[in-house]
């Protein structure tokens, strides 16, 4: 059974930075394709970054620069860091496979606010 699990989210103000963590059961993060996705109010989920079994990233347009996707295989754990943040950046983030089990985590929810 698959299980993911986001932290690390909170109210930062615009420029700030955070850092998220994901920790899954029944997925092994090094073995797979594996993403950050987003989904703000009102809006679809969309991608944010992912990473490749092989390490390869990508990042959607408006987080390149900014957010860098990394993994630790000892720990199976895939982390987010989130720097000049924006308002529009706030959302609820979530972890998974790339392209996307139909299984979610609760998220972590972002809010980049003065």
């Known amino acids: 059974q698959v299980q993911l699990v986001e932290s690390g989210g909170g109210l930062v103000q615009p420029g700030g930075s955070l850092r998220l963590s994901c920790a899954a059961s029944?997925?092994?993060?090094?073995?797979?394709?594996v993403g950050w996705y987003r989904q703000a109010p009102g809006k679809q989920r969309e991608m944010v970054a992912s990473i490749t079994s092989l390490r390869g990233t990508n990042y959607a347009g408006s987080v390149k620069g900014r957010f860098t996707i990394s993994r630790d295989s000892a720990k199976n754990a895939l982390f987010l860091q989130m720097s000049s943040l924006k308002p529009e950046d706030t959302a609820v983030y979530y972890c998974?496979?790339?392209?996307?089990?139909?299984?979610w985590g609760q998220g972590t929810q972002v809010t980049v606010s003065s």
């Open positions: 029944g997925i092994i993060f090094s073995r797979n394709d």
């Open positions: 998974n496979l790339f392209p996307p089990l139909g299984v």
